[in-house]
């Protein structure tokens, strides 16, 4: 998810109208080609080959022609194994990995008092019982690197928010086979936080509802946060990325802060020393904009990483970047959203803007509905999501309308958690990078980790 806010954070507004962002005209998406062709050998089929030496003529017989087999798509027929994915991604992932064995994510040995963990054949057993909660991670995980991927090189300026938006979620659903239009599908798997598409001075939890029509500018810095799940497994990574180089320093300092907070988590460790060492890292940085200023890249102070439960995307502890925090300790089998928040700005955010991000609470109160629509509205959310978080297009595709009165009161009644977008000072600029972690028993394991970040 994007982040876990500080307690302190305000209300919130439900608004009909689009927020502006103050941008231009929209652009088109560009898309790529499918797998290559592929050719078999037609020489069994060939009558002539049937007796003797294969080209030999049959005796008495004129040589008959053979006529050209039409090449066959790879990956075409209804049995076939695609040999790999499509552009943009669109192939059934199961169907790329039919042994069911999904790539590994970075694994790291624990150090120290924990550095036995590696070679214990007691938590490797404890690891080997746990292999379905494994497969899922895997399976959520190689799913957002395709999906992400393909986003960074297909996002530019020019295209609205929406448009960005609905590719990549109509790529999760495709490769995890689920399009969450029936009744309990989108709770199998898909989408595990809706599409998070901040620009600037937004930090988090900006996703375009209906009708909106912000376009993406060459002088964005846009965070892109992605939730996927397989079996209720959530797998939560961001990035950021900008079209101007004047940003670089930017983005590498919060890239540089995460993964400082990656190599530091681990079981036994402090959440006050994963945070310390964050924002050390963090405000090492400074960036120079085109006004001629330089300014310092600061923590985000209210934002922070989380635990990820079974199907809840915030668990019980929250991951601070910067020094200070609990001194909780990370444990053995937990679950972990590793992120970082930079600014160019105040670094501390306030909810702003219409809200599209909400969850079902899993501590929701039992209380009497007088609004009919608000009953209708939070059967129909337990049925698709649980409590798995959504948006408003998310209703819209399951054809719900007017339904703006009966959310207002799910969440004033404590029943649905509302999460506003949180930005920083106009004219600032923020930007996000973010990793799932499993702290297995014998080695922590970066599971959202790619080639790309």
């Not at 590696?118 to 899922?136: I, V």
């Not at 006004?291 to 890249?297: A, E, I, R, W």
């Not at 909810?351 to 509205?377: F, I, M």
């Not at 509302?418 to 600032?428: E, I, T, W």
Request: hydrophobic share 30%; charged share 25%.
């Amino acid at each position: 998810m994007a982040a876990q806010v500080e307690s302190e954070m305000g209300g919130l507004k439900i608004d009909e109208k689009s927020s502006k962002l103050d941008n231009g005209g929209p652009r088109g998406v560009p898309t790529g080609t499918n797998a290559d062709d592929e050719s078999g050998d037609d020489s069994a089929d060939d009558p002539d080959t049937l007796n003797g030496d294969a080209g030999a003529p049959i005796a008495d017989k004129k040589k008959k022609k053979r006529k050209p087999r039409k090449k066959k798509k790879a990956g075409t027929g209804a049995n076939a194994t695609p040999k790999g994915q499509s552009s943009p991604p669109r192939v059934l992932l199961s169907s790329l990995y039919p042994s069911g064995e999904y790539p590994i994510g970075e694994e790291v040995s624990y150090k120290n008092d924990n550095a036995y963990r590696t070679t214990s054949e007691e938590k490797r057993e404890l690891d080997r019982l746990r292999s379905d909660f494994l497969t899922d991670y895997r399976h959520g995980a190689e799913i957002h690197r395709q999906v992400r991927q393909h986003a960074q090189r297909s996002i530019k300026p020019g295209q609205t928010l929406t448009e960005i938006a609905e590719s990549i979620e109509d790529g999760v659903r495709a490769l995890t086979g689920h399009q969450g239009l029936e009744e309990g599908d989108a709770i199998k798997a898909g989408m595990g936080f809706p599409t998070g598409l901040n620009i600037n001075h937004i930090a988090a939890h900006y996703s375009p509802n209906a009708g909106n029509k912000v376009v993406l500018q060459q002088s964005d810095v846009l965070k892109v946060d992605i939730g996927v799940h397989v079996n209720g497994r959530i797998v939560d990574s961001a990035f950021t990325t900008a079209f101007d180089p004047v940003y670089d320093n930017l983005l590498a300092a919060v890239k540089d802060a995460t993964n400082t907070g990656v190599r530091e988590a681990g079981i036994d460790v402090r959440m006050s020393d994963i945070g310390a060492a964050i924002q050390e890292a963090m405000e090492s940085y400074e960036v120079t904009l085109h006004d001629g200023k330089t300014y310092p890249v600061k923590a985000i102070r209210n934002l922070n990483g989380h635990s990820i439960h079974h199907y809840s995307i915030h668990g019980d502890k929250s991951v601070p970047i910067v020094k200070g925090g609990s001194q909780t300790k990370m444990e053995e089998g937990e679950t972990f959203a590793i992120e970082t928040f930079g600014s160019t700005g105040k670094g501390y955010v306030h909810d702003d803007l219409e809200t599209s991000h909400y969850a079902l609470r899993s501590d929701a109160p039992n209380v009497p509905l007088r609004v009919e629509s608000a009953k209708r509205l939070l059967g129909s959310i337990k049925k698709n999501f649980g409590t798995l978080p959504w948006c408003r297009r998310y209703l819209d595709r399951l054809g719900h309308e007017k339904y703006l009165m009966g959310l207002n009161q799910l969440v004033q009644n404590g029943i649905v958690e509302a999460y506003p977008p949180l930005v920083d000072v106009k004219g600032s600029y923020t930007a996000q990078f973010e990793h799932t972690i499993l702290l297995r028993p014998t080695v922590k394991e970066v599971i959202s980790r790619g080639d790309d970040y």
